[in-house]
């Protein structure tokens, strides 16, 4: 049985810094990439970051690059998003999902793009970044 649990999000004021992790069982988590999605009320899913676990390669939504950095650790099947200088708009619930690496060209055109491409989700963390 897939599970995909995300953990690490609650309140913070802005400036602050938070640290999500999403573990993951019943697939083979080395053949994946791990994505951070996020959605704000009445906005669309949001590509956060992504890394591939066949070679670590990150990839950074423009919005949140130099201030998040994602990690991997193949041997806890544990993905961090660790995040720094956290500013209101952050504010969102945090998703963490699971795509069948497709390549090295297919993962950097959608990984951050196409959930719909993605084969299991977690249900969700809640990051809320004060004033």
């Known amino acids: 049985e897939v599970h995909v649990v995300e953990a690490g999000g609650g309140l913070v004021q802005a400036g602050g810094s938070l640290r999500l992790s999403c573990v993951a069982s019943?697939?083979?988590?080395?053949?994946?990439?791990i994505g951070w999605y996020r959605q704000a009320p009445g906005k669309e899913r949001e590509g956060v970051a992504c890394?591939?676990?066949?070679?670590?390669?990150?990839l950074y939504t423009d919005s949140v690059r130099g201030r998040f950095t994602i990690s991997t650790d193949v041997a806890k099947s544990t993905v961090y998003l660790q995040m720094d200088s956290l500013k209101p708009e952050d504010t969102a619930v945090y998703y963490c999902?699971?795509?069948?690496?497709?390549?090295?060209?297919?993962?950097?055109?959608?990984?951050?793009?196409?959930?719909?491409?993605?084969?299991?989700w977690g249900q969700g963390t809640q990051v809320t970044v004060s004033s």
């Open positions: 890394i591939s676990n066949h070679d670590g390669s990150p």
């Open positions: 999902g699971a795509l069948y690496y497709p390549g090295p060209a297919s993962y950097r055109e959608y990984g951050l793009t196409h959930p719909d491409e993605y084969d299991y």
């Open positions: 019943g697939f083979a988590f080395i053949d994946y990439a």
